[in-house]
């Protein structure tokens, strides 16, 4: 199996071994959870939001590309560009640009 888009979902509060389930659930596609983090504090708010970074299948990238707007979900590459200021410096290292 083919994991390589990298999502991002913001504010999220529940627990990392419980949201692939709920995403399977909602979108009805595959997912592996891979890491959160807390947001810098930057002019467009103070930080300490939780976003969580997880793959969505190969197989299921197009299924799930339209829904997930409905979730504030982003392709990380899009997220990197447009909060870049907001993400920590380990976690832009750790999950480079790849497109």
């Given at each position: 199996m083919s994991y390589t888009q990298l999502c991002v979902l913001p504010g999220v509060t529940d627990e990392l071994n419980e949201l692939g389930p709920?995403?399977?659930?909602?979108?009805?596609?595959?997912?592996?959870v891979v890491d959160a983090y807390e947001t810098l504090p930057d002019k467009s708010g103070p930080g300490g939001r939780r976003d969580v970074l997880f793959y969505v299948h190969d197989d299921d990238a197009m299924k799930f590309a339209i829904p997930r707007l409905q979730y504030s979900?982003?392709?990380?590459?899009?997220?990197?560009?447009?909060?870049?200021?907001?993400?920590?410096?380990?976690i832009l290292d750790k999950y480079p640009k790849t497109w």
């Amino acid at each position: 199996m083919s994991y390589t888009q990298l999502c991002v979902l913001p504010g999220v509060t529940d627990e990392l071994n419980e949201l692939g389930p709920l995403l399977e659930n909602a979108f009805g596609c595959r997912f592996k959870v891979v890491d959160a983090y807390e947001t810098l504090p930057d002019k467009s708010g103070p930080g300490g939001r939780r976003d969580v970074l997880f793959y969505v299948h190969d197989d299921d990238a197009m299924k799930f590309a339209i829904p997930r707007l409905q979730y504030s979900i982003s392709w990380w590459e899009d997220h990197r560009s447009n909060r870049r200021a907001q993400i920590p410096r380990s976690i832009l290292d750790k999950y480079p640009k790849t497109w």
